[in-house]
């Protein structure tokens, strides 16, 4: 058969180079794929008339013999340098085998791909570029959604199949030291960026292997650029500037994507350089400006089952290490109730958060999670924990616009019966549309916060007229 017919596959022209034989061997086969090569009338050609379709089987071929070789010789979980010096020796040693007809930008596009392919994100290398998008959501290899600016869009890309997808979720995996196949289906992440990644494998996800990665800056917003963003108002950014140095404490509510770390980030801006700070964080995102923090981060167990580090863990250890301020990234169970007896016992100055629909909803949110310590405590008991702990609840949500904003502030008053009391502070008010976007304010409610006075005995003034109904901000 001439191996120059248009109709031979790209897997029959790489079988030619022997490039299923392992990486120290190719040397010693070269000299003998040489001398074939010069009594053979032509080199293999890509096939004529589909060339983005050949360049795309050669590319994967030579992925998948990469892939085999590197995961035989022990490589795959190798530093970048090492990687991508062993990857360049494999491309350029494949080709010069081969001798297929590549001018140097094929061949530079070959090699950078297949790099970015074996140590990157593969097709969602573009997304993971761009700075404007958060999420990254793949729905199986032929649907691929991102959020930008706050709305979801389909975009262009695509794996080749399911096997693509798997692949690169299991590399991704791999590089942080996690692992993911059949047996166990799931996995939660974070990358070196700080980005978060969640994927699934069938049988968990019945319509095949998914991932889920939620990106975030290398720099945190500041107060100043979110109040241009219409996400606060002036008034509110004087409160809570004024509240957090009063060490006052504070619950950030929030659905999925509302912008509750980022705000939390922004918030913790006012902490005074001179205090000792200790975050805690499933994924460590905050970027604190502080000189004196202490980042920690929880620890999934390994796949023996071991080595399992909790959020109610690091909390614990928090407190033996004389933090002036302890910041939780989120509760998401025990933890909670740790969190709330650090308030009450001398810790003031304490932040985290919680998904919530509403502020209300976070107390009764905080009162499961304190149930599920394991301690059998009454009700009225963890209420009276909650509210003693808790001043402010800020709930943020990411409005029908797109636009995420402050949509309430509640001083919590403590219990009538064994009902906590919420009065709000701010919240927005929408009054219409301009197009896609609400129209809307911040309002004041005309109550004034205990917190207020106790602050002025302590030289800390908020002013009293951000307070006053009249003082509204309106957003377009």
Not at 202 to 210: A, M, R
Not at 253 to 272: D, H, M, N, Q, R
Not at 442 to 470: C, K, M, Y
């Amino acid at each position: 058969m001439n191996p120059d017919a248009p109709g031979r596959s790209s897997r029959e022209i790489l079988s030619d180079a022997n490039l299923n034989l392992p990486l120290e061997r190719l040397r010693t086969k070269r000299a003998t794929s040489q001398d074939a090569t010069r009594s053979t009338p032509s080199s293999p050609a890509l096939p004529q008339g589909s060339g983005p379709v050949a360049y795309l089987a050669v590319k994967g071929d030579l992925h998948q013999r990469l892939l085999d070789d590197l995961d035989r010789r022990g490589l795959l979980g190798a530093d970048e340098e090492q990687l991508a010096e062993v990857v360049r020796e494999f491309v350029d040693q494949a080709l010069t085998l081969q001798e297929l007809p590549l001018n140097d930008s094929e061949r530079r596009r070959l090699v950078d791909d297949l790099l970015e392919e074996t140590l990157g994100v593969g097709p969602l290398a573009s997304l993971m570029a761009d700075p404007a998008v958060t999420d990254i959501l793949v729905n199986g290899p032929h649907q691929v959604f991102i959020e930008r600016f706050g709305r979801l869009e389909a975009t262009e890309v695509r794996f080749r199949d399911a096997e693509h997808l798997v692949r690169i979720i299991q590399r991704i995996a791999a590089r942080v030291g996690r692992r993911i196949d059949e047996s166990s289906p799931m996995v939660d992440a974070r990358l070196p960026d700080g980005s978060r990644v969640n994927a699934t494998l069938p049988p968990v996800t019945i319509d095949g292997p998914t991932l889920s990665v939620r990106r975030f800056g290398r720099r945190r917003l500041r107060r100043e650029e979110l109040l241009q963003l219409e996400m606060f108002s002036p008034a509110i950014h004087t409160f809570l500037e004024q509240m957090v140095r009063g060490r006052r404490n504070l619950l950030i509510s929030g659905g999925t994507g509302s912008g509750k770390s980022t705000f939390l980030g922004a918030v913790a801006e006012a902490i005074p350089s001179t205090e000792r700070i200790v975050t805690i964080e499933d994924a460590a995102e905050l970027i604190l400006d502080q000189v004196h923090v202490v980042r920690m981060e929880t620890r999934p167990p390994n796949i023996e089952g071991r080595g399992l580090i909790t959020a109610r863990d690091l909390v614990i250890n928090a407190l033996r290490m004389r933090p002036d301020r302890i910041i939780v990234g989120e509760v998401r169970s025990g933890e909670a109730l740790d969190m709330m007896q650090a308030m009450n016992t001398g810790h003031d100055g304490g932040m985290t958060t919680v998904h919530a629909n509403s502020p209300r909803d976070a107390l009764a949110r905080l009162e499961t999670m304190v149930l599920m310590s394991g301690l059998e405590l009454p009700s009225r008991a963890i209420r009276e924990q909650i509210v003693s702990a808790l001043e402010l609840i800020v709930h943020v949500r990411r409005f029908e616009d797109g636009v995420r904003r402050v949509e309430s502030i509640a001083e919590v008053r403590g219990l009538e019966g064994t009902t906590p009391q919420l009065q709000e502070i701010f919240r927005f008010e929408t009054r219409g549309r301009k197009g896609r976007r609400l129209i809307g304010e911040f309002v004041a409610t005309g109550i004034v916060p205990r917190a207020v006075e106790e602050l002025r005995n302590r030289d800390i003034h908020v002013p009293l007229e951000i307070f006053q109904r009249s003082q509204t901000t309106d957003h377009a």
